[in-house]
């Protein structure tokens, strides 16, 4: 049976994987799904972990890093289902870039002199360069959200201009209607 729940909770965190490009349109998972999410979550890093118990030195040390960093982002990727909101999207970004960054830490522990530090150094700029694209897409969504926010108003007012040649009810249910369809208050 821990093969069963192994593989759903791999098939979850699969389908989460492509849940930033999608941005929330899948259904968020209700309460009890959310809560055998997280449980399947924490049975896979408690196994990886386990599965690190047998390696020696730095390799003990990687598979550690990386069975955190999936942990991790099994996590980021749930909340980013259950939430649905961009900014949990490009959290998600930031948390795989993070983890990639530790694992890639613990792999240039193995070698030594100048190789380390360039390994290390090359680490830091694929780092800081994943977090740099997670900014980009956050300040891309905020972008889009702030220029649906101006198209939604300029509707309005083209609506509620259409609306002035009425008068009496027929013209305040027609604002009504105007401000419901272009989200206005």
């Known amino acids: 049976m821990k093969t069963n729940s192994h593989s759903r909770a791999m098939l979850l965190v699969s389908a989460c994987l492509f849940a930033p490009l999608a941005f929330g349109?899948?259904?968020?998972?209700?309460?009890?799904?959310?809560?055998?999410?997280?449980?399947a979550i924490s049975a896979d890093y408690k196994a990886a972990k386990?599965?690190?118990?047998?390696?020696?030195?730095?390799?003990?040390?990687?598979?550690?890093?990386?069975?955190k960093a999936k942990d991790n982002n099994a996590r980021a990727e749930l909340e980013f289902k259950s939430s649905g909101k961009p900014a949990d999207g490009i959290k998600v970004q930031t948390v795989k870039a993070d983890g990639v960054y530790e694992v890639a830490k613990e792999r240039c522990d193995d070698?030594?002199?100048?190789?380390?530090?360039?390994?290390?150094?090359?680490?830091?700029?694929?780092?800081?360069a994943a977090i740099a694209s997670a900014k980009a897409t956050k300040a891309t969504a905020e972008a889009r959200a702030d220029s649906k926010e101006e198209v939604n108003e300029a509707k309005y007012k083209a609506a509620a201009e259409k609306c002035d040649?009425?008068?009496?009810?027929?013209?305040?249910?027609?604002?009504?209607?105007?401000?419901?369809?272009?989200?206005?208050?």
């Open 50 to 67: 386990a599965a690190c118990d047998s390696l020696k030195a730095n390799a003990k040390d990687i598979c550690m890093e990386e069975a």
């Open 111 to 128: 070698l030594n002199g100048n190789a380390k530090d360039v390994c290390n150094k090359e680490a830091k700029a694929a780092h800081v």
């Open 25 to 39: 349109q899948t259904a968020p998972p209700n309460k009890a799904e959310y809560a055998a999410a997280k449980t």
């Open 165 to 185: 040649a009425m008068s009496g009810d027929a013209k305040d249910a027609c604002i009504k209607a105007a401000k419901a369809a272009h989200g206005q208050r």
